[in-house]
């Protein structure tokens, strides 16, 4: 899939003459946490979100400044804390480099970037104006939305199944530095030996369960090798 088909396309957006105010009711409106700032060509000139508007002096949240702390903080962030706690106006509060995709981007993509940024929603742009919006939340119901598996698949001969378990473990790159040894009886595959870590050695579950035709598996593997004594 692509961002423009699990994107929110009516997105709320305000332009950055607009109030500090204005935008924190049309927030509190539409029940959205971030609000994009375009201009009147529909380009982004940048993005108010609710940690733009968490200190502020009207609400008493201003953050305190004693004067040892102003010490060791530089005079431009004390600065750049006192317009994000007094400015009116949106263009003085807006994050201006906005972290956008376009709508063909893969949704894997827009997932790497939400979890590198770390930011909770992303801009989607069609020839460079705004078209919509993904959030985390788009995700997780891109995920609920997707067709579920049309059932158990005919099991293939347990000897073809045993090596196609056999190239998955060998093609993974991951699964560790011991061999596994690997039985298959009427599709059920039973997994001998030792994992690197328990993380890995759920991981390897893990992708012997997504071979069509495994019906189950029955995972033997120790997470580390037995420690033996004078050795």
């Known amino acids: ?11 709320a ?26 201009n009147a060509k529909g380009q982004i ?19 305190p400044r004693s004067w040892w702390l102003s010490l060791f903080s530089s005079a431009d962030g004390l600065a750049t804390d006192f317009v994000k706690a007094h400015a009116r106006s949106v263009a003085d509060v807006m994050t201006r480099n906005v972290v956008t995709v376009d709508e063909a981007a ?31 939340a788009d995700l997780v119901r891109a995920l609920a939305s997707a ?25 993974a790159g991951w699964t560790g530095t011991f061999p596994i040894g690997v039985s298959v009886s009427e599709g059920v595959v039973h997994l001998w030996g030792f994992a690197d870590s328990e993380a890995r ?22 997470p580390s090798l037995p420690a033996y004594g004078g050795m």
């Open 1 to 11: 899939m692509q961002a423009k088909h699990i994107m929110t396309r009516d997105v």
């Open 13 to 38: 957006t305000v332009s950055s003459d607009a109030s500090v105010r204005e935008v924190a009711r049309l927030m509190t409106e539409r029940r959205v946490s971030a609000v994009p700032v375009v």
């Open 45 to 63: 000139d940048g993005i108010v979100s609710e940690g733009d508007l968490m200190f502020r002096v009207e609400t008493g949240t201003e953050r």
């Open 106 to 136: 893969p949704i894997a993509e827009v997932a790497r970037i939400l979890e590198e940024r770390h930011i909770k929603r992303v801009p989607v742009l069609s020839d460079g104006r705004l078209a919509g919006i993904i959030s985390r």
């Open 147 to 171: 067709a579920e598996p049309l059932g158990p698949m005919p099991s293939p001969d347990d000897e073809t199944l045993r090596e196609q378990v056999d190239t998955a473990l060998r093609a």
């Open 201 to 222: 050695r759920t991981a390897i579950r893990v992708l012997v369960e997504e071979i069509p035709g495994v019906r189950r598996v029955e995972n033997h593997l120790k």
